[in-house]
């Protein structure tokens, strides 16, 4: 699933996509050596992948975020040892993107540094969320995420989620959503997802499944 060197995660404010981020950043662990995951979100202070920044650490995961990331400085801004690990090609790095074109474009000024053969992004939908909950309004939030990254999306991932609420019912309404998606677009689904212990949800489902640890609290 994450066989690229530079893997990427877009999609909508509270789709899963950090979540889904640094799980991934443990999953590439197990095979690689040098993985660093780099918090690119500047915008919203609530799903950051930097809150699991100790957990990843103690496992030898590189964490680069915004400098004053999740402090009471307005505008953060990005260290420049993210370009330095997108351009290290020892390195496996991880983007957690903001949701929005404004986060999308904070990617787009690392374009040049991302080979087209070394990176894959994924696109999280989940259809509870209330910009991607139908087919049209999904395409053209991703089509703004490609314009602004000036990247293609790859893969998709299907995480939609009521929390502990979720029924097997909500992951297919889900997951039909992003057949809808690859069908229209060609581009392939990678996985569904589901949080650990609540496997039986996507039961019997013909998509991988990505089981993910939770690791990123609100702080509220």
């Given at each position: 699933m994450f066989d690229k060197r530079i893997n990427i995660f877009t999609g909508h404010y509270g789709t899963g996509k950090s979540e889904i981020a640094v799980n991934a950043a443990v999953r590439i662990k197990q095979g690689r050596e040098n993985v660093i995951l780099a918090d690119m979100d500047i915008v919203n202070p609530f799903f950051r992948s930097l809150d699991a920044r100790n957990t990843l650490e103690s496992m030898g995961i590189t964490v680069l975020a915004p400098l004053f990331a999740n402090t009471n400085v307005d505008v953060p801004a990005l260290v420049p040892k993210i370009a330095a690990a997108i351009k290290n090609r020892?390195?496996?790095v991880i983007l957690d993107v903001g949701g929005d074109e404004d986060g999308a474009r904070v990617l787009?000024?690392?374009?040049?540094?991302?080979?087209?053969?070394e990176y894959e992004m994924f696109f999280v939908i989940n259809r509870a969320r209330p910009l991607t909950g139908g087919l049209e309004?999904?395409?053209e939030y991703?089509?703004?995420i490609e314009e602004a990254s000036r990247l293609k999306v790859t893969k998709l991932i299907s995480n939609t989620h009521y929390l502990d609420q979720t029924s097997p019912d909500d992951v297919k309404h889900g997951l039909e959503l992003s057949r809808q998606v690859s069908d229209k677009t060609?581009?392939?689904?990678a996985a569904v997802s589901v949080m650990e212990g609540m496997e039986h949800l996507a039961k019997d489902l013909d998509v991988p499944l990505f089981v993910l640890k939770k690791s990123i609290w609100l702080p509220f």
């Open positions: 020892d390195a496996s787009g000024r690392y374009r040049n540094d991302i080979p087209d053969s309004y999904t395409l991703m089509g703004a060609g581009i392939p689904i």
